[in-house]
């Protein structure tokens, strides 16, 4: 069965550092993985995904996701944090081919303190 | 929001009553889906479609129902309203590269 896992329910990391937020998954196929981020009141928003090539995928606002095969893992990263990015991100993955459901993860909440 | 709204955006309804969450997008995509939000839980799949009159059931489909009579409307129907169902709904299309994008949510608070 297809699952996903964000280990972390908050992490916190001072405005400047590096982040990382971290997604492990499960699928019987390839996998479709993706990234959203969630601003209080609003509908998740696309950030990026991972379909087939490079494993280092570059998305929207400056952020980056490392597709690990050995480690089924695909972790969020961003070299330089921003108060801005302070939400709520989702992990999401599809099972590739015929797959037609998404499976999210339950979310981690980044904190940028100033 | 990539072209998808949601009606009504909040509701207030009583236990047993029926209720009819609206989604529409103008984007002309195959694929919809209704999500249901709640702290601990993520997203989870209600129900989807894969084109006009064709739907299935996602992971927690117990007490909804859906319809999609044309390809820009997807409807979602609580049959009789539980206290369990209160939530925040979301719907989503799916583009041909598979990325999902979301309407604004539709929070349902039912008494």
């Known amino acids: 069965a297809q699952s996903v896992a964000q280990p972390e329910d908050q992490v916190n990391v001072a405005e400047g550092n590096p982040l990382t937020v971290k997604c492990t998954y499960s699928?019987?196929?390839?996998?479709?993985l993706f990234w959203y981020v969630q601003y209080p009141n609003r509908g998740l928003q696309f950030l990026l995904k991972?379909?087939?090539?490079?494993?280092l995928v570059k998305g929207s606002y400056g952020f980056e996701a490392e597709f690990n095969k050995s480690q089924t893992s695909f972790h969020l990263k961003k070299p330089s944090a921003l108060v801005s990015d302070s939400a709520l991100y989702f992990c999401a993955v599809r099972e590739g081919g015929t797959g037609n459901q998404f499976y999210f993860g339950t979310g981690t909440s980044l904190t940028v303190i100033p | 929001d990539a072209g998808i709204t949601q009606s009504p955006r909040h509701k207030v309804t009583e236990t047993g009553t029926p209720v009819t969450l609206r989604c529409h997008q103008t984007e002309n995509h195959r694929y919809m889906y209704w999500y249901r939000q709640d702290p601990g839980h993520g997203l989870r799949l209600i129900h989807y479609?894969?084109?006009?009159?064709?739907?299935d059931k996602g992971e927690v489909s117990d007490g909804y129902s859906v319809s999609r009579s044309k390809t820009e409307d997807f409807l979602l129907t609580l049959e009789s309203a539980t206290s369990s169902q209160t939530s925040v709904y979301f719907c989503a299309i799916s583009d041909p590269g598979g990325a999902q994008y979301f309407g604004p949510g539709t929070r349902l608070l039912v008494l």
């Open positions: 479609s894969y084109g006009v009159k064709d739907t």
């Open positions: 699928v019987s196929g390839n996998p479709y």
């Open positions: 991972y379909i087939t090539g490079d494993n």
